[in-house]
């Protein structure tokens, strides 16, 4: 990183609610991308010839645990509570892995593709709203975003649009994403 980022200071009034806005849903989503890897590899790893794709996820959800914990360490420094939903999105995400799980592994992979997609672009809005007055931030948020970007490009090369009924399940999931990203950022 090109500047110190200390993440303990405090930052004023409009700006300093946004940032912990930002904070609170990307928080909020990696948590929910860890409980959806939970919820695919508890189905996939109950299957014996399923083992890689069990194996595959877990590579994926390390990345999203790494996320977590540094947005778990930002909400502590930037003394930003987490958002109040959650329960629910710990619930919803191992829900959703594992009902996307259940359907097989295309479907799992359309369900890493379309939450990466929203994510993906959630991240680079949040860069470069960030790139002036927080350049650390960005950059770490952009780092993230690439994790992101590789995540969906594994998907898709594990047939992610070969899904049946990919294009209604990508938008179901993608428009609950944007949902959830709404919630979380101020509740």
Request: charge should be negative; charged fraction near 30%; hydrophobic fraction near 40%.
């Amino acid at each position: 990183m090109s500047e110190t980022f200390d993440p303990s200071r405090d930052v004023p009034g409009a700006r300093g609610r946004r940032i912990g806005e930002m904070l609170r849903v990307d928080h909020a989503g990696e948590y929910g991308a860890v409980q959806i890897y939970r919820g695919q590899r508890a189905v996939f790893a109950a299957l014996s010839h399923k083992q890689d794709t069990a194996d595959l996820l877990a590579e994926m959800e390390a990345g999203e645990q790494h996320h977590l914990e540094t947005f778990d360490r930002l909400l502590t420094e930037r003394r930003v509570r987490p958002t109040a939903f959650a329960p629910i999105w710990n619930a919803a995400g191992f829900a959703l892995g594992a009902a996307t799980a259940l359907m097989g592994e295309k479907a799992a992979m359309a369900c890493t593709e379309a939450v990466e997609d929203v994510i993906e672009k959630h991240y680079a809005e949040q860069a470069k709203e960030l790139a002036e007055n927080e350049p650390a931030l960005a950059e770490l948020v952009n780092e993230f975003r690439d994790d992101e970007i590789g995540h969906k490009t594994t998907a898709e090369h594990h047939g992610a649009r070969e899904a049946a009924g990919y294009p209604l399940l990508s938008a179901a999931i993608k428009a609950g994403c944007r949902l959830a990203i709404r919630l979380s950022e101020k509740l």
